[in-house]
């Protein structure tokens, strides 16, 4: 059965990423076909002139803007990919978490290590690889240093590839404006070549190498501002669920060891103090 506050996150996730792809698919469309963006004008061979849009300026711009576009499309797919993965249904879920608790407060190892194996979260499969080096024969510490250093290898092994999904938007946010200037110089070169070779050229016969240069330099800046902003956004994300999966450990941990060693700290409590 899904609990309400699970339903409650599930909703507003989805609410948030309908929410993007809106949001992104309006500046798309904006930016595709707003006429006044980088227009030129357009001469038909009469006197009158109209506007060309940005649309037909990327079409213009030819194989010069296929890598952004492809750079664009893997953008757009990372950031969607990554929204769906991290999430706390994904990597520390509050049924989970109160069940491992449970059995971690009772001192049920065993069972606490079964429930874990059968999870495929982060949270889960963190537990089954941390819970096996829990030491009973040690009341003192449970053997808490070597649980530790087990969830650390956990981490150390599975956090690479969350990252990896998460740090192509850092490559594409880096490449874009790299291609953006690659077809810049592109333009600014057939503008060059046209001067060269009519002379005095006139300044509509240079529109179509400027506007090649302007198209690719903006629509790279275009794709990198979201990709960088993205991957912090998205690296902030998984590392602050990773931290609660950590916190979630070490509170389980906790548990055990109060249960274990509950009458040697109320041994401890000076007498007259242990109703207050």
Known sequence: ???????????????????????????????????????????????????????????????????????????????????????KTKFNPDD????????????????????????????????????????????????REQVEDAIAEFTVRENPSHMTWIGYLGVIGQIAPMLGLLGTVAGMMGAFNTLAAEGQADPSSLAGDIGLAMVTT????????????????LRNRFNGLVAACHLDSSDMLDASYQAVNADQAMAKVPEGLQAG
């Open 96 to 143: 989970l978490k109160l069940a491992l608790l449970d059995h971690m407060a009772n001192c049920r190892v065993r069972s606490a290590i079964e429930v874990s194996s059968t999870s495929p979260t982060y949270l889960g499969r963190l537990m089954a690889n941390a819970l096996p080096h829990v030491d009973a024969t040690d009341p003192e510490t449970l053997g």
């Open 218 to 233: 903006l629509s790279g800046l275009v794709i990198a501002i979201p990709s960088i902003f993205f991957y912090f956004l």
């Open 1 to 87: 059965m899904i609990q309400p506050s699970n339903l409650l996150r599930r909703t507003q996730f989805r609410r948030q990423l309908a929410l993007f792809v809106l949001l992104a698919g309006g500046l798309l469309f904006l930016f595709y076909t707003a006429p006044e963006v980088l227009a030129q004008d357009k001469d038909d061979g009469g006197d009158a002139k109209e506007k060309a849009t940005a649309f037909d300026n990327l079409m213009d711009a030819g194989l010069w803007m296929v890598p952004l576009y492809i750079a664009s499309i893997a953008m757009v797919a990372l950031i969607v990919y990554n929204f769906i993965q991290l999430t």
